[in-house]
Nanobody
Framework: HVQLVESGGGWVQAGGSLRLSCVASGYTHSNFCMGWFRQAPGKEREGVAAISYGGGIPYYADSVKGRFTISTDSAKNTVYLQIDSLKPEDTAVYYC??????????????????WGQGTQVTVS
């Protein structure tokens, strides 16, 4: 069983930065894919970024390229999402997820096996 626990959310002014963390426990593997998704009120959950647990080329949604950075620290079983130049439209609950492997269709919700409980990010 895999458990994912997010932290680092909060309230921030537009233009500010946050770093979200996701600690994974249970079975993990360097080939597994780790991703961040977000869901704003009244909207569908959308993919933000993904990367192989062991590192490698990251994937980003077009809407966050240049502002979001995903990274991993396998020694700490942790995946990070650095968010810079925050905008009000970034307000959402951010979720961490784990799937079998990263690929070009990483953003599809059905490709992910495990989800965290989410952390709220509010930008004003």
């Amino acid at each position: 069983h895999v458990q994912l626990v997010e932290s680092g959310g909060g309230w921030v002014q537009a233009g500010g930065s946050l770093r979200l963390s996701c600690v994974a426990s249970g079975y993990t593997h360097s080939n597994f894919c780790m991703g961040w998704f977000r869901q704003a009120p009244g909207k569908e959950r959308e993919g933000v970024a993904a990367i192989s647990y062991g590192g490698g080329i990251p994937y980003y949604a077009d809407s966050v390229k240049g502002r979001f950075t995903i990274s991993t620290d396998s020694a700490k079983n942790t995946v990070y999402l650095q968010i810079d130049s925050l905008k009000p439209e970034d307000t959402a609950v951010y979720y961490c997820a784990q799937g079998p492997a990263c690929g070009s269709r990483w953003y599809r919700l059905g490709n992910w096996d495990y989800w965290g409980q989410g952390t709220q990010v509010t930008v004003s």
